[in-house]
Every structure is written in C-alpha cells, then in structure tokens.
C-alpha cells in the first residue's frame, strides 16, 4: 500500500535563506510524485510532478525536488525563500493502477520571518 | 485553465441533517475525488468516481455517499450530519489513464462545520 511521510509538520525559515523540506514515501514500484502548495483558505496547487526520466525536477516558483529511490524520498528545495512562500506544502504518491489514486502526507507549514 | 468549482466556501449545518457539497469542473476530466482535510492528518480520500454513475470508495467512505450523473459534476452527501464531519472539504479533478493523467486539480474547498 502507498504512503507517505513528511518528518516535520513546521519549518521556519528566513527570507532569502535556503529551503529543504522532506518526504518519504512507501509505494511497490516506481511511483508518480509529487508536491502541492496550500495557501490559507485555498486548494492546493500543483508545485511539480515526477513520472520519470530525469530524477531532479524544476517546478514553478522556483522550486526543485530530487527524487531518490534508494532512500524512497522527493524532497523539495528552494534556493532563496520569499516571504510569500510561507504556506502548507503536501507531498503525495500516486498509484499507477487503480485509477491514479493520490495518497498525501501530513502537510508541513512553512513560516517565513523577516 | 482547468477549474474546478464547490459550490459554497463556508457551510454551517445542524446534526442530523442530510448536506449535498457540489463541485464541478469544466475541462471533461475523467476522474473526481472527494477528499477530506483535517490538521496534522493531511488529506484523506473518502469516494472517487471514473466515470459517470460510476463510483469507488476511497480511505473513509462511512458516513459519506456520492452522486455523478453528469460528467462534469460530483456530488458529496453527508446522510446525516454529525459533528465529527466537521472539516474543510475538497474536490479534485484530473485527467483519465488514457488521457494523459499528470496529477489534480483542485477545487478551493468548502469548510463545513456542524454544529
């Protein structure tokens, strides 16, 4: 069965500094990834995805993630955080039978201080 | 842009009443899911559906039923409300297996709250 784990529920980070945040995930086989974002009262929004190929991928924002199958992780990371990053951040599996189901993690919030 | 739509931000509700969450998306998606959000649990599936009249249920389906008569249209229903069903509620969309299938789309949520 799918799962996913993201180590830490917060981060607090200041702006302009650098930016990891974690994931592991438990999935049979090769597996979909990847990272949503939530703002406050929002849905989540597609960040990047990992189908295949190329195990570090580019998304929008200007985040990346790595995608590590020996250590079953896709951690996220960004350079230089802006103030405007601070929001909730899923990582989640996707099956590829069984309809694509999506499994999340828990979520970590990013806090970003001045 | 694909959009998905619920039909209410904020719903306020009494126990023991029947509650319909609508959502619908605009971009013939195949696939509709229905997800629960709760702090420090993330998201949880409760029902997702392939196709119309068609239905699966996900992780936490009790308590829970849903509606697809049209394409484009998902229904969640809660048969009789009850406090614990309070939570933020979220639609997702996406393409089919064969469509091209490249992750969700969501809705922006509907938190219900029963009193």
């Known amino acids: 069965a799918q799962s996913v784990t993201q180590p830490d529920i917060h981060i607090t980070v200041s702006e302009g500094a650098s930016l990891e945040l974690r994931c592991n995930y438990s999935?049979?086989?090769?597996?979909?990834l990847f990272w949503y974002v939530q703002s406050p009262g929002q849905g989540l929004q597609l960040l990047l995805k990992y189908f295949s190929g190329d195990t570090l991928v580019q998304g929008i924002k200007g985040f990346e993630a790595e995608f590590k199958r020996s250590q079953s992780s896709f951690n996220l990371r960004k350079p230089s955080v802006h103030w405007s990053d601070a929001a909730e951040y899923f990582c989640a599996v996707g099956a590829r039978t069984g309809g694509f189901k999506t499994i999340f993690g828990a979520g970590t919030r990013l806090f970003v201080k001045a | 842009d694909v959009k998905v739509t619920q039909s209410s931000r904020y719903l306020v509700k009494r126990t023991g009443e029947k509650v319909f969450l609508e959502c619908v998306q605009d971009?013939?998606?195949?696939?509709m899911f229905w997800y629960r959000q709760d702090p420090g649990l993330g998201l949880r599936l409760i029902y997702f559906s392939y196709d119309v009249k068609m239905k699966e249920k996900g992780d936490i389906p009790e308590g829970y039923s849903v509606s697809r008569e049209k394409k484009e249209r998902f229904s969640l229903i809660l048969e009789s409300a009850s406090t614990n069903q309070t939570s933020m509620y979220l639609c997702a969309s996406s393409l089919g297996p064969g469509q091209g299938w490249d992750g969700y789309t969501f809705g922006s949520g509907t938190r219900l709250t029963v009193v």
């Open positions: 999935y049979g086989a090769t597996p979909y």
């Open positions: 971009m013939d998606h195949e696939n």
